[in-house]
C-alpha cells in the first residue's frame, strides 16, 4: 500500500469528532491558537446523497470550523443517525477522527484508493453539489480514516471567508 497522503492530494484538515463542541473548541484554541470558530447547526446528510459501508445513510452532526495557520480545523458533534462519527464516540470517545486530503478528481482518487487496497467506508455529496467526499478506511496503518473530498468553488470560497474570520486570511 502507498501512503494516503502521497498522491491524493495536499493534507488541508484535522479533524475531531466531539459531543461537546464548546470543550474541544476551547482546548483547541488553547492548545493550536484556533480562534473564530464558524458553527453550522444541523447539517443534514440524506439517504439520497450519503452513505456508510455501501447502504444509504441519513444522519445529523453539527459542524465547527477554524484554522491553525493554513490548516483546517473540523469539530463533528453527530446529533441523530448513524455514521462514522456515531460509530468513532461510541468505541473511543471523543479524539481525533480524520486527515482530510482535497483531491482534483474524486473519480481518480477513489481508483487508486480501490488499486491501494482502501475500502470506503462512507461517502457522499454535500447539498448543492459543493463537495463529494469519501472515508477510506486505514485502520490497517493505525489510524482512523482519510478523508478525500474533491470542493468545490464556492465552498472553497466559504472556506477562505471562515479563515479570514478566524484571523488567517489566505495569503
Known amino acids: 500500500m502507498t501512503s494516503p497522503s502521497a498522491g491524493y492530494g495536499p493534507v488541508t484538515q484535522l479533524a475531531w469528532v466531539t459531543d ?3 470543550a474541544t473548541e476551547q482546548a483547541l484554541g488553547a ?3 484556533a480562534v473564530g470558530w464558524t458553527r453550522m447547526p444541523g447539517v443534514h446528510f440524506g439517504p439520497d446523497a450519503c452513505t456508510l459501508r455501501g447502504e444509504p445513510a441519513d444522519f445529523i452532526a453539527d459542524i465547527s470550523l477554524s484554522y491553525a495557520g493554513d490548516l483546517q480545523l473540523e469539530l463533528i458533534r453527530p446529533v441523530t443517525g448513524d455514521s462514522i462519527y456515531t460509530e468513532f464516540l461510541a468505541e473511543r470517545g471523543p479524539g481525533l477522527h480524520h486527515v ?8 481518480d482518487a477513489l481508483a487508486r484508493a480501490e488499486r491501494d ?4 467506508v462512507q461517502a457522499g455529496t454535500m447539498a ?13 496503518a493505525g489510524a482512523s480514516y482519510v478523508e478525500l473530498a474533491q470542493i468545490s468553488p464556492d465552498l472553497q470560497a466559504m472556506f477562505a471567508d471562515i479563515k479570514e474570520r478566524s484571523g488567517r486570511a489566505p495569503r
Open 128 to 140: 448543492g453539489g459543493l463537495m463529494r467526499f469519501a472515508y477510506l478506511d486505514t485502520s490497517a
Open 20 to 22: 461537546d463542541l464548546d
Open 31 to 33: 492548545s493550536l491558537g
Open 100 to 107: 482530510c486530503c482535497e483531491v482534483p478528481s474524486m473519480d
Open 117 to 120: 487496497g482502501f475500502s470506503v
